[in-house]
C-alpha cells in the first residue's frame, strides 16, 4: 500500500452495470445513478475506490470479430465504448459530489487524463475516484485483464467483479436447479476447472500478485456498497 492506509479495491463494472436493465444495452441515467450512488456511500466509509469499466453495453468487439470484422479493429472500437462509460460515470459522481478523475490507456487529452500510475495513486490518496477507460490501450485484452493489471499497479486490497450472477456456482445455475453457489475457491481451483466468469488470465495475474478477487452480484441495491467495504459477499477467490 501507499502511505495511506485506507482500504482501496478495484471495482470492475461491465457495460450491464450502464444498460436499462430492460433491454440490455445503451446507457440509462436511472442505472447509472444508482451505481454512483453506491460508489459515494462506499467513499464515505473511507475507501479509496478505483474502477475498471467495460463496454459491452455498447460495443462487444468479441462478438464483432466473430462476425468477421478484424479483431484488432473490432477491440479498439469497444475500448472506445469503455471510455463513453466512464464519462457517463464521472458525470453521475460528480454531480453527487465526489470528486472523479477518468484516466485513458489510450490518448485523447480533450475527454480524459493519459493513464499514471503514480497520478492515480496520487488522485486516490487526497480522496478522489478514478475510473480507468480504454482497457489496456492494446487489442486481444478483456478488461478482467485490465482489472487485474491496474489492481496490481494501484497496490489494491481486492479486485471487486461486479457481476451478473450472485457468485460462482460448480455449474450453470441457469440450466440446473441443483447448482450450488461456492463461497470460496482458490485461484488454482478457478483455473483448472476452466470457469467463464472471469478471464483466467486476469486470474492468474491476480494470483502471481496475492491479490484477492471478489465476484458479486451488482444487480442487488447495496451489493456494491457490501463488496467495497469488504463485507462476505458472493465468492471470494484467492
Known sequence: MSESTERRVLLKLSGEAFADPAIGYGIDPLTVQRVAQEIQEARNNGVQVAIVVGGGNIFRGVSQAAKGMDAASADYMGMLATVINALALRDALEKLGLDTRVQSAITMQELAEPYIRLRAIRHLEKGRV???????????????????????????????????????????????????RHTELSYMEFIARELKVMDTTAVTMCKEHSVPIVVFDMNTPGNIVRAVRGDEIGTVIH
Open 130 to 180: 478514478v475510473i480507468f477507460a480504454a482497457g489496456t490501450g492494446n487489442p486481444f485484452f478483456t478488461t478482467d485483464t485490465t482489472a487485474a493489471l491496474r489492481a496490481i499497479e494501484i497496490n489494491a486490497n481486492a479486485l471487486l467483479k461486479a457481476s451478473m450472477v450472485d457468485g460462482i456456482y460448480d455449474s450453470d445455475p441457469a440450466t440446473n436447479s441443483d447448482a450450488t
